[in-house]
C-alpha cells in the first residue's frame, strides 16, 4: 500500500536538481529525461506538470509503490493497464492513477526533483508533489446511448423496498454490458420495456418505470465485462428505454436520411 500523504511529507529529503538527474544515470537513456518541458509528448502521454498533493490524495484511482524499480514508464503502462487517463509520480517510487485531479490540487508547482528509484535520470515528483502525466489517447468511460434498440434514459436510483425493475434479472461478474443486458430485456419483455445495469455486473430488466433520474454521477461503476461503459453503481441503475427505431436511420419519403 502507498503511503500517506502526512507520512511522505515527514519523511522527506531534498531531491537532486535537473542536472544530477541526467548526468547519473547509468542506464539506457530514458523516454523522460530530468524535467520534462510542459506540454511536452511522448507516444500518447503529454506532461502536465508539477502538482501538489492533497488530504485523501489527488489521484485517487488504483496505486503501487515500488522502492527499488519505479520509473515514469512503469507508472504509465500500470494506469493503462488499469483504465486511467491520468498517472501521477510522487516521492520517488510512488504511482498514482486517476481520470481527474482531486481539489483543491493544482499544477504548476515546483519541487518535482526526486529520481525516479528505477532510473536516476527521470524525475518522479517529490516531496507532496506529483510529476503528471496524462495520457491523450484514452478513451474515457460512458454510457452508450444506444444499443439494441435501447434508448438510453438516464441514472436511476434503485427502489427503496424491492426493484426499480422488478422483471427477470440476471448477474455476470466477468463479462456484464450494457449491450448483453438490453440483448436480455428484449428477449425476455415481451413488450422490450425498460433494461438497467446496476453494480457492475447486475442486469434488471421491467414493463414500466417510475422514478425520475438522479445525478449521473452516481451510476460511476464500469461494466465487468467492458471497462469503457458505465453499468450503474452501489444502488443505482443506468436505465434503457425499448424503442423499435432506437439507434436507427429513418428515411422520409422522398429517401432521404432522418436522424
Known amino acids: 500500500m502507498a503511503a500517506s500523504s502526512s507520512s511522505v511529507a515527514s519523511s522527506a529529503s531534498s531531491?537532486?536538481?535537473?542536472s544530477s538527474l541526467?548526468?547519473?544515470?547509468?542506464?539506457?537513456?530514458?523516454?523522460?529525461?530530468?524535467?520534462?518541458?510542459?506540454?511536452?509528448?511522448?507516444?500518447t502521454w503529454e506532461y502536465l506538470g508539477?502538482?501538489?498533493?492533497?488530504?485523501?490524495?489527488?489521484?485517487?484511482?488504483?496505486?503501487?509503490?515500488?522502492g527499488a524499480a519505479m520509473t515514469i514508464?512503469?507508472?504509465?503502462?500500470?494506469?493503462?493497464?488499469?483504465?486511467?487517463?491520468?498517472?501521477?509520480?510522487?516521492y520517488a517510487s510512488q504511482c498514482y492513477c486517476s481520470n481527474s485531479m482531486a481539489?483543491?490540487?493544482?499544477?504548476?508547482?515546483?519541487?518535482?526533483?526526486?529520481?525516479?528509484?528505477?532510473?536516476?535520470?527521470?524525475?518522479?515528483?517529490?516531496?507532496?508533489?506529483?510529476?503528471?502525466?496524462?495520457?491523450?489517447?484514452?478513451?474515457?468511460?460512458?454510457?452508450?446511448?444506444s444499443a439494441n434498440s435501447y434508448t438510453y434514459l438516464g441514472c436511476y436510483?434503485?427502489?427503496?423496498?424491492g426493484r426499480l425493475l422488478p422483471g427477470v434479472s440476471y448477474s455476470d461478474g466477468?463479462?456484464?454490458?450494457?449491450?448483453?443486458?438490453t440483448a436480455f430485456c428484449k428477449a425476455n419483455v415481451p413488450s422490450g420495456g425498460y433494461a438497467g445495469v446496476e453494480y457492475a455486473s447486475q442486469c434488471y430488466c421491467?414493463?414500466?418505470?417510475?422514478?425520475?433520474?438522479?445525478?449521473?454521477?452516481?451510476c460511476n461503476m464500469l461494466c465487468t465485462g467492458n471497462n469503457k461503459e458505465f453499468c450503474g453503481g452501489s444502488g443505482t441503475l443506468n436505465v434503457y428505454q425499448y424503442s423499435a427505431t432506437a439507434g436507427k436511420k429513418i428515411r422520409d419519403l422522398n429517401g432521404r436520411g432522418v436522424f
Open 174 to 181: 466477468v463479462a456484464m454490458t450494457v449491450e448483453s443486458c
Open 103 to 145: 481539489s483543491p490540487s493544482a499544477l504548476g508547482q515546483v519541487g518535482c526533483s526526486m529520481a525516479c528509484t528505477g532510473n536516476s535520470a527521470e524525475t518522479c515528483g517529490g516531496s507532496s508533489r506529483i510529476s503528471m502525466f496524462n495520457n491523450t489517447a484514452y478513451v474515457y468511460p460512458n454510457s452508450p446511448k
Open 22 to 43: 541526467t548526468s547519473t544515470s547509468t542506464g539506457p537513456l530514458p523516454s523522460w529525461t530530468g524535467t520534462p518541458k510542459i506540454n511536452s509528448t511522448i507516444g
Open 15 to 18: 531531491g537532486p536538481t535537473t
Open 206 to 218: 421491467g414493463a414500466a418505470l417510475s422514478q425520475t433520474p438522479v445525478a449521473s454521477t452516481s
Open 50 to 66: 508539477c502538482a501538489t498533493e492533497v488530504a485523501g490524495r489527488t489521484l485517487t484511482g488504483s496505486s503501487y509503490s515500488d
Open 73 to 90: 514508464e512503469s507508472c504509465q503502462a500500470f494506469c493503462t493497464k488499469h483504465n486511467y487517463a491520468l498517472a501521477g509520480l510522487e
Open 157 to 161: 436510483a434503485e427502489a427503496a423496498n
